[in-house]
């Protein structure tokens, strides 16, 4: 039977259900029942083997027992087949339950997180379980390859996640999207392409329904037969942690290698590392539950865990997931991950994302962005990207990054599925790699070096220049001020500065301030409580003499504070004297802000602005043309009056 058949005569099978269950629901009758029918052919090729133990042992064997007798970790020990079930229509339910309680728990719990029993109880009260299993009992599922079921597998997922496409993008990367991230993590990396028995480690932390697993195993397997490439993930969502144990299963893998839970609070692969790691984790999703957790383990490890770095704002963390796969690599090894725009800009120097940036590229960590076209995933079409990151640049890379543009890299396709409108071809994708793999210089490839992203942010300062007066519309702001109004000397305070300072206007802050002090002094105020009351009767003046503190160092005016980000590859000192002394030649740098990390003048930032290295500009049009399209349309406009009107 070939792959398609097969896969056409499962997919026929959802027809039995029509009208009784919603085509989005169809998946979740369908694919556990494949997964059953699909594990009692595997289970059958040691049938007896296994019983013999069973009937040596019991069924409380030891699982290893059970285990090598069935020559790996798919064995069942209920005594049921699919053609057993069928004999007993009267307990099919019942039965069929007890058929995949008979799996070892690491199988058994893809039917739990299924809810299989409440399933095969619905299927059984509107009448078509009998009908469904005799279906998929004519399907010959022991008979097939691995690769062959495993392919016909994902081919059903895909069918069924478009089928219930509103919520499809939550736990289904497109395709295409998932080809395109395994080349680009594969296309530096010859090693486990070519060479004759390599053993390599991939790792997905948020793995949905485990597309990219099987797609990088696939692209592996067709590159290099010898090669073996252990995979490993964890997912969250139940369902689609289920299709992807399941897929794991089909496919031969161990069963354990694929965990269920939040990935950011438990790791359930810790302490491992992996040469490859790929993910596409929900970007633009809060991760607020997680917050306490994740902080606590910063503040206790240190750049010896995972968040060391920074942590980003609440209302993202892709930030989070790119981290947590960025430790989770071991030496050389290599990162594909997809993330919204957030990453790229978010945050101004010294801010989570910003330190997060300075982390990835002051270590030389990021190799290449691609930008996707937009409208390409199911659940979103805003703009995204894929970040590709090594902990082993080529020598020709090191202190640089490759920017892709591939926002044009797209064909429409014949039918929306969701927000998903755009969709690569296989030449689209050829076109991007080609891109890479040669470092290209082009109209949608640019090579930038590391500095360019970098900025340190100054904080400029300009003196303090006011008049001061005790007049009367000055003196009124005391008694909107909130600490003034409270005090019951408030009257008294306002008297004492209106006889004994009075409405001249002094330009000089020093003189005004020890007016005022002798003014109050019988009051008994501080000196901060005075010093309020002069920044109140103050007024911006230009003409005014600088202010100057104690030590005779001008004082700041804080409503003329400014900052400027200064890039990396320029002298800051230079930059200041050509960008803010020409303009404001009694500026100063405000030496106070330094940077925590290189001690330097204000604080140290990366963005990568990625659309600027793209940008073309285009002429507007002169003003014949725009003259010529405005009398035009006012001509049409008066044809169509005209025929409205007669």
């Keep these: 039977m070939t792959q398609t058949r097969m896969g056409n005569i499962i997919w026929a099978t959802a027809e039995l259900l029509r009208g009784d269950y919603k085509q989005a629901d169809y998946g979740k009758v369908i694919l556990p029942m494949t997964i059953a029918r699909r594990l009692d052919g595997m289970a059958g090729r040691h049938r007896d083997d296994v019983e013999a133990v069973l009937k040596e042992h019991g069924v409380t064997a030891a699982p290893a027992l059970l285990e090598h007798a069935a020559q790996g970790p798919v064995y069942n020990i209920s005594g049921f087949t699919f053609e057993k079930l069928l004999a007993d229509p009267g307990n099919l339910a019942a039965n069929l339950i007890h ?84 080349q680009l993590l594969f296309t530096e990396d010859d090693d486990i392409l070519a060479t004759e028995g390599a053993i390599k480690k991939l790792y997905d932390p948020t793995a949905g329904t485990g597309g990219m697993l099987s797609s990088a195993d696939d692209h592996v ?27 794991m299963v089909i496919k031969g893998y161990d069963p354990k290698n694929v965990q269920q839970g939040n990935t950011l609070t438990d790791d359930r692969h810790a302490g491992m590392k992996f040469d490859y790691v790929l993910s596409n984790p929900p970007f633009g999703v809060d991760w607020g539950k997680a917050f306490d957790a994740v902080a606590k383990e910063r503040r206790t490890l240190g750049m010896t865990g995972r968040f060391g770095p920074g942590l980003p704002r609440k209302s993202d963390g892709t930030f989070l997931f790119m981290l947590h796969g960025l430790h989770k690599l071991d030496d050389g090894g290599r990162m594909a991950i997809v993330t919204n725009g957030s990453p790229l800009f978010t945050g101004n120097a010294g801010s989570g994302e910003s330190e997060i940036r300075r982390h990835l590229l002051e270590n030389d960590l990021v190799e290449a962005i691609i930008a996707l076209p937009t409208d390409m995933f199911y659940n979103t079409g805003i703009q995204t990207y894929i970040w590709v990151l090594s902990k082993a640049k080529a020598e020709a890379r090191k202190g640089k990054v490759q920017l892709i543009d591939a926002g044009k890299l797209f064909e429409k396709m014949p039918k929306s599925l969701g927000s998903k409108r755009n969709r690569m071809s296989p030449e689209h994708i050829a076109r991007v790699v080609k891109a890479h793999g040669d470092m290209e210089e082009s109209a949608i490839s640019k090579v930038v070096p590391v500095a360019e992203f970098g900025y340190r942010t100054i904080t400029v300062d300009r003196p303090m220049k006011h008049s001061y007066a005790a007049t009367e519309d000055r003196l009124a702001r005391l008694h909107d001020d909130r600490k003034l109004r409270k005090r019951d000397d408030l009257e008294d305070i306002v008297a004492a500065l209106r006889e004994k300072v009075g409405g001249d206007v002094v330009k000089n802050r020093s003189t005004f301030q020890a007016q005022t002090q002798l003014a109050l002094a019988p009051l008994g105020l501080k000196a901060t409580e005075v010093k309020n009351i002069v920044d109140l009767l103050a007024e911006r003046d230009e003409t005014a003499e600088p202010a100057r503190d104690g030590k005779k160092r001008l004082l700041p005016d804080t409503d003329l504070r400014d900052t400027e980000d200064v890039p990396l590859t320029e002298d800051v000192q230079t930059y200041f004297e050509r960008e803010v002394l020409a303009q404001a030649p009694d500026a100063w740098i405000n030496d106070e802000v330094r940077d925590e990390k290189d001690g330097g003048l204000g604080k140290v930032g990366y963005e990568i602005p990625f659309n600027r290295y793209f940008y073309t500009y285009e002429a507007p049009p002169s003003l014949e043309k725009v003259d010529a399209r ?17």
């Design 221 to 247: 397997k067709g590159a290099n037969p010898d090669a073996k490439l252990a995979v490993f993930g964890q997912e969250l969502n139940d369902e689609s942690y289920a299709i992807c144990k399941a897929d």
């Design 630 to 646: 405005i009398r035009a349309r006012s001509s049409r406009i008066m044809d169509l009056l005209k025929a409205v009107v007669g």
């Design 99 to 182: 058929f995949t309680s008979g799996f070892p728990e690491s199988i058994r719990e893809i039917f739990q997180r299924y809810k299989f029993a409440e399933k095969v109880q619905d299927l059984a009260d509107k009448d078509l379980l009998h009908q469904v299993v005799k279906k998929f009992a004519s399907v010959d599922l022991e008979h097939v390859s691995n690769e062959e079921m495993g392919n016909t597998f994902e081919d059903l997922i895909r069918r069924f996640s478009e089928l219930s496409n509103e919520t499809a993008g939550e736990h289904y990367t497109p395709r295409e999207v998932i080809h395109l991230m395994v």
